[in-house]
T-cell receptor, first 115, second 113 residues
Framework: GAVVSQHPSRVICKSGTSVKIECRSL??????MFWYRQFPKQSLMLMAT?????????EQGVEKDKFLINHASLTLSTLTVTSAHPEDSSFYIC???????????FGPGTRLTVL | AQSVTQPDIHITVSEGASLELRCNYS??????LFWYVQSPGQGLQLLLK??????LVQGIKGFEAEFKRSQSSFNLRKPSVHWSDAAEYFC???????????FGKGTRLSVIA
């Protein structure tokens, strides 16, 4: 149980285009999902907390207009990187929270490369 | 504020040897503690967790961890390491409510023959 999927697993796009990444909890409902960014050989950097039916909460320094988050249902959150630039290239990972003890289950990640 | 320290950036062990990865946390109340493992290019997999009760917790893949309140530690152990255990290991601390986990910087484990 507690499986989280992400799609796509890998995407290459041109500078200036927008990219949407989906995060789904497959066998449970998640009122809260989290989006992280990970640079090579580094830890996870929390970007935002996504709450179903309400606006996402962004961490300091994360541009909300650039990284659009939508949590339209209890099993789906999306991250859209708008007008992507090469510096946005990174590994993006989502997680879904479930249970009383704040357990988070992670998706497999999405490798974004902006040319 | 919550924080997690993993003092060892990189550890190399021989296959079959024992392993201990260190994790120290800073948190005002009883924390929820987690260990995750990440293989290259993959997401994070939950190895084990501690919420309350028995301070020695068992996880998947033969891992265990011990919560020591007096030392603010939650070290991960495995008695005999396998080559497939080579990966990045993250310790994390959380709490009740809608708060995200706080992660350590990770420890990279290399396994040599």
């Amino acid at each position: 149980g507690a499986v989280v999927s992400q799609h796509p697993s890998r995407v290459i796009c041109k500078s200036g285009t927008s990219v949407k990444i989906e995060c789904r909890s497959l066998d449970f409902q998640a009122t809260t999902m989290f989006w992280y960014r990970q640079f090579p050989k580094q830890s996870l950097m929390l970007m935002a907390t996504s709450n179903e039916g309400s606006k996402a909460t962004y961490e300091q320094g994360v541009e909300k207009d650039k990284f659009l988050i939508n949590h339209a249902s209890l099993t789906l959150s999306t991250l859209t990187v708008t007008s992507a630039h090469p510096e946005d290239s990174s590994f993006y990972i989502c997680s879904a929270r479930t249970g009383l003890h704040n357990e988070q289950f992670f998706g497999p990640g999405t490798r974004l490369t902006v040319l | 504020a919550q924080s997690v320290t993993q003092p060892d950036i990189h550890i190399t062990v021989s296959e079959g040897a024992s392993l201990e990865l260190r994790c120290n946390y800073s948190y005002g109340a009883t924390p929820y503690l987690f260990w995750y493992v990440q293989s290259p290019g993959q997401g994070l997999q939950l190895l084990l967790k501690y919420f309350s009760g028995d301070t020695l917790v068992q996880g998947i893949k033969g891992f265990e961890a011990e919560f020591k309140r007096s030392q603010s530690s939650f070290n991960l152990r495995k008695p005999s390491v396998h080559w497939s255990d080579a990966a990045e290991y993250f310790c994390a601390v959380g709490a009740a409510g809608n708060t995200p986990l706080v992660f350590g910087k990770g420890t990279r484990l290399s396994v040599i023959a």
